[in-house]
Structure formats: structure tokens, C-alpha cells
């Protein structure tokens, strides 16, 4: 069923609010001492890629959810998917804009940028296929593979470059914390939007086999 007007009013709400909570988070975050301040940017791109990798898992398990029978997941992992695709393109560009803060230039041969790429253009390929596609089983499916190519990837490629968790190994309490706050507020923005593209879908006729 649809979102009552006072459901929607107040997700659409928390978007906002969510926003100013993670530019209080950033802020909050003091200066590094070879980055200084650029190191905000730096963390925000890491927990951005933090949710955009929840969002994609969550795709992945709403497609293998309606692959095995379970319709109302349809909505859902079509919405992920909208908010996946936009939020890693953004992702990419501050991943190598943080790549030549860092290192002072970008490493395109670098195994997680050439990563980045391929699920960007994977998600591309996907959300392309949902619209010509007859069966909404066939992006279902392609989300689930993208899913577990994302974790076998991350788990698989190697960290050349930085330290494995860099914010929670600096131990700085004000970088975990101002880290966390950032997450926490993306992910109430991805929810909201995500909740909101969702029960709106399930206005239209929900599948077609």
C-alpha cells in the first residue's frame, strides 16, 4: 500500500535534516596533519562508499528475495537500485579525487579503482536491461550476481595503497566519531529516499513475468 501524506511528508523530512546532521559531522572532524582539513573529504567519500555498499548488498538480497517468490521485495530492489546507480557515480569521482589528495595522483591501474569502474559500469548495464527488459527476474538476478561480485572483490582485491580501516586504526576518537555520524546521516537519507521511490512504485502494477 501507498505511503499516508504523513509518512511521506516526514521522510522527505529527514532528507534535509539528514543532511545538515552530516555537514555537522564533517565539520566536527579537526584537520589532519599532512591533509589538513581536505581530510573531511577523504572520510566523507569513505562513508558514502560505506552505505552505497549497503544499498548494493541490499539490492542484491530484495533480487534473490523475488527471484525464490517473495513479490513485494520487487519495489524494493528496484528502488536500491535507483538510488545505487547515481550515489556510486558519485562515489567514483570523489574516489579519485580523494586518490589525487592522497597520493598526488590517480592510479588508474590500482586494483579498487578498476573495481569501482566495473560496478559502476555493471550497474549501468543493469538499470539499462530493467528498461527493455520484459521480466523484472532478469535485473533481479543480474543485482544478486553485483552483489556478490562487490563482496568477493572487496574481500578478494588487495589494499595497496592505505591501511586496512584507516579512521577506526588512527584510534582518534573524533574521526570515528565524526566518521559514524557521517554514515549514520547517509544512511537516513538513502532509507528515506529509498522508502519514498518504493511505495511509490507500488502504485503501478508491480510485475510483469
Known sequence: MPLSKTARTALVALIPLAVVGCA??????PPDARLGTMVRFVMFHGASTWVNM??????????????????????WGQALRWFSLPLWTVNTVLGILSMQLIWGGILWKEPRLLMT???????VVIV??????DS???PAVLDALL???LWYLVLALPNLFHPDSPVFSS????YIVGFLGMVASIAVVAFATVTLIARRARRVKPDAE
Open 24 to 29: 555537522v559531522a564533517i565539520l566536527s572532524i
Open 128 to 133: 539499462a536491461i530493467q528498461l527493455i527488459a
Open 171 to 174: 584510534e582518534n576518537s573524533a
Open 117 to 123: 569502474f566495473g560496478l559502476l559500469a555493471g550497474s
Open 136 to 138: 523484472p527476474k532478469v
Open 54 to 75: 549497503a544499498t548494493f548488498t541490499l539490492a542484491g538480497l530484495a533480487g534473490l528475495g523475488y527471484i525464490v517468490g517473495v513479490r513485494g521485495l520487487l519495489p
Open 147 to 149: 552483489a556478490g561480485g
